[in-house]
T-cell receptor, first 115, second 114 residues
Framework: DQQVKQNSPSLSVQEGRISILNCDYTNSMFDYFLWYKKYPAEGPTFLISISSIKDKNEDGRFTVFLNKSAKHLSLHIVPSQPGDSAVYFCAASASRGGSNYKLTFGKGTLLTVNP | EAQVTQNPRYLITVTGKKLTVTCSQNMNHEYMSWYRQDPGLGLRQIYYSMNVEVTDKGDVPEGYKVSRKEKRNFPLILESPSPNQTSLYFC?????????????FGQGTRLTVV
């Protein structure tokens, strides 16, 4: 049972436009969410996070929105740049329910930004 | 430079031949973990360690062992590798095993078991 779902395997956008990557989760215990970016032949790198006490977090061109009632979060990239082309992983963790604050990852979305 | 270093980056081995993938971090992080990435499955946790001499199973621990004798090192051991362990492996560390700390990942080890 997949607890973090990224239903779009890929997304293609034009340079300068907005990229919106979506993520849904099923575990109501999740209270912290992160986005990681991964280039080929490299490990994932942290991009941005959001706590469940917030509904929006912004960092430069990147904004993450959280809708707790819908168990949905999204990552907005504005404006998109060719260097943003990568696989984006949504991840979630729970502060309660055990000592392993592990990250549960989605399957990833491949973003391609066309010049 | 703060980093998580895995070795080797690429490895081809035969079924049943014991191997170790090393992982080292220079950030004095308490929490370390291993993930495997497979097509269509994303990243799944294999084992984790909350601190020295404290390790536990993640979601897919079968066929793997780990040890944490020093804070900086967290090797992944495959005692008898099988083809279904062919995968891309990532080691990760974070300052503490708390929910609001980001994890830093190594560059990955691509393992092929024939």
């Amino acid at each position: 049972d997949q607890q973090v779902k990224q239903n779009s395997p890929s997304l293609s956008v034009q340079e300068g436009r907005i990229s919106i990557l979506n993520c849904d989760y099923t575990n109501s215990m999740f209270d912290y969410f992160l986005w990681y970016k991964k280039y080929p032949a490299e490990g994932p790198t942290f991009l941005i996070s959001i706590s469940s006490i917030k509904d929006k977090n912004e960092d430069g061109r990147f904004t993450v929105f959280l809708n707790k009632s819908a168990k949905h979060l999204s990552l907005h990239i504005v404006p998109s740049q060719p260097g943003d082309s990568a696989v984006y992983f949504c991840a979630a963790s729970a502060s309660r329910g055990g000592s392993n604050y592990k990250l549960t990852f989605g399957k990833g979305t491949l973003l391609t930004v066309n010049p | 430079e703060a980093q998580v270093t895995q070795n080797p980056r690429y490895l081809i081995t035969v079924t049943g031949k014991k191997l170790t993938v090393t992982c080292s971090q220079n950030m004095n992080h308490e929490y370390m973990s291993w993930y495997r990435q497979d097509p269509g499955l994303g990243l799944r946790q294999i084992y984790y360690s909350m601190n020295v001499e404290v390790t536990d199973k993640g979601d897919v621990p079968e066929g793997y062992k780990v040890s944490r004798k020093e804070k900086r090192n967290f090797p992944l051991i495959l005692e008898s590798p099988s083809p279904n362990q062919t995968s891309l492996y990532f080691c990760a560390s974070s300052l503490k095993g708390t929910v609001n700390t980001e994890a830093f990942f190594g560059q990955g080890t691509r393992l092929t078991v024939v």
